[in-house]
């Protein structure tokens, strides 16, 4: 069993800046990926940014150059932040993260989701 444990949401003015962590704990061996997707109210779940096992980094394109993904393997932690919001950010984002369990089976694991509020 492996859970992710989010924090960091809240209400922000735009402008204002945010940090979301989340950790990965339990039966977990391996972690290759870890990402960060969003979900607005009437829109489908998109990827923000996501963060390779040797520190590669992918950000969808209305977030670069204001939103930084990185990771802390020792702690199995992932963190976005989050820089010069809009309103157009808010959104409940979601924790994933791809890895393998001890018995080197695939697991893909999501957070419970943390919501971010920009207002105008």
């Known amino acids: 069993q492996v859970q992710l444990v989010e924090s960091g949401g809240g209400l922000v003015q735009s402008g204002g800046s945010l940090r979301l962590s989340c950790t990965a704990s339990g039966s977990i061996f391996s972690i290759y990926g870890m990402n960060w997707y969003r979900q607005a109210p009437g829109k489908q779940r998109e990827l923000v940014a996501g963060i390779s096992s040797n520190a590669i980094t992918t950000y969808t394109d209305s977030v670069k150059g204001r939103f930084t993904i990185s990771r802390d393997n020792a702690d199995n932690t992932v963190y976005l932040q989050m820089n010069s919001l809009k309103p157009e950010d808010t959104a409940v984002y979601y924790c994933?993260?791809?890895?393998?369990?001890?018995?080197?089976?695939?697991?893909?694991?999501w957070g419970q989701g943390t919501l971010v509020t920009v207002s105008s």
């Open positions: 994933n993260v791809v890895g393998s369990d001890y018995g080197k089976r695939y697991l893909e694991v």
